[in-house]
């Protein structure tokens, strides 16, 4: 570790842990972006739903779209479709018009407005770099 830099920030084999599961979880939710996406699927399921995951250190940001329900096509998703950021536990569950009935929601969310952060110029709660869609 120390011949290319880097140094420990916790116990030994950390930033490994990091790099495995920031990869498995991009890949796990570019595959279900992928399967979501179907023709069959959308016809279906045409709504999407922010769910926050468990988190040790949830992102407010994240904590305020859990429950967001919003059409499969707005573009709001490709930047917020997670993960967005390291650690973010994040995930998309598409609806049907019956789930939304359920949920006591006639029509999908409006999407939040885009708020800039001025130290990271990326959009707020999104990690520098992670501001595109992984499917």
């Given at each position: 570790?120390?011949?290319?830099?880097?140094?420990?920030?916790?116990?030994?084999?950390?930033?490994?842990r990091?790099?495995?599961?920031?990869?498995?979880?991009t890949?796990?939710q570019?595959?279900?972006y992928?399967?979501?996406?179907?023709?069959?699927?959308?016809?279906?399921?045409?709504?999407?739903?922010?769910c926050h995951?468990?988190?040790?250190?949830?992102?407010?940001?994240?904590?305020?779209?859990?429950?967001?329900?919003?059409?499969?096509?707005?573009?709001?998703?490709?930047?917020?479709?997670p993960?967005?950021?390291w650690?973010?536990?994040c995930?998309?569950?598409?609806?049907?018009?019956?789930?939304?009935?359920r949920?006591?929601?006639?029509?999908?969310?409006?999407?939040?407005?885009?708020?800039?952060?001025?130290?990271?110029?990326?959009?707020?709660?999104?990690?520098?770099?992670?501001?595109?869609?992984?499917?």
């Amino acid at each position: 570790m120390g011949r290319y830099g880097w140094s420990y920030n916790g116990g030994q084999g950390w930033r490994t842990r990091v790099i495995y599961d920031t990869n498995l979880r991009t890949a796990y939710q570019a595959g279900r972006y992928q399967q979501m996406t179907d023709p069959d699927v959308l016809a279906s399921r045409p709504y999407w739903q922010y769910c926050h995951g468990d988190s040790r250190h949830p992102r407010p940001e994240h904590l305020a779209w859990n429950g967001m329900a919003l059409d499969a096509d707005d573009p709001w998703w490709s930047t917020h479709y997670p993960p967005n950021g390291w650690g973010c536990k994040c995930k998309v569950v598409p609806l049907s018009r019956g789930d939304m009935n359920r949920a006591g929601k006639d029509e999908a969310d409006d999407a939040p407005p885009d708020t800039i952060d001025p130290a990271t110029g990326e959009p707020a709660g999104i990690d520098k770099g992670w501001d595109y869609n992984v499917g």
